[in-house]
């Protein structure tokens, strides 16, 4: 008799247990994910700048935004085939880019926007 009891006990307790575990699934799955805010531009990737003559050169002399910038300049590179084509990392400078580059015949890409920012004002 005493086994039974200590069974009965012992499924009383897992029971309690299990019971207990079930509703943190629960909370867990109601849970809303959250949403995310649009996320807004930096204001000062949108401030228009002024390039410098030699980089109005390739882009043109108007105010634009950085983000313009660098639009119009890949756009320039790509129109002019100026890409490297073994390392399409590299760009090489024709002579309106030249100037830009500091003088270097072959510029990477990470390296064109510090030379490009330095033409901004």
Do not use: C
Not at 14 to 33: F, I, L
Not at 34 to 62: D, E, H, I, W, Y
Not at 83 to 100: E, F, G, S, Y
């Amino acid at each position: 008799m005493a086994t039974a009891k200590k069974k009965a006990a012992a499924k009383k307790s897992a029971g309690k247990k299990a019971a207990k575990k079930a509703p943190a699934k629960k909370a867990a799955a109601k849970k809303a994910p959250a949403k995310k805010a649009k996320r807004a531009p930096n204001p000062a990737f949108m401030k228009a700048m002024t390039p410098s003559p030699q980089l109005a050169a390739v882009v043109g002399a108007n105010p634009m935004p950085r983000t313009e910038v660098t639009k119009k300049l890949w756009a320039y590179i790509k129109k002019n085939n100026l890409q490297d084509a073994k390392n399409r990392r590299m760009i090489n400078a024709d002579d309106k880019l030249k100037p830009v580059f500091g003088g270097k015949a072959q510029v990477s890409m990470f390296d064109m926007t510090k030379m490009v920012n330095k033409h901004l004002k």
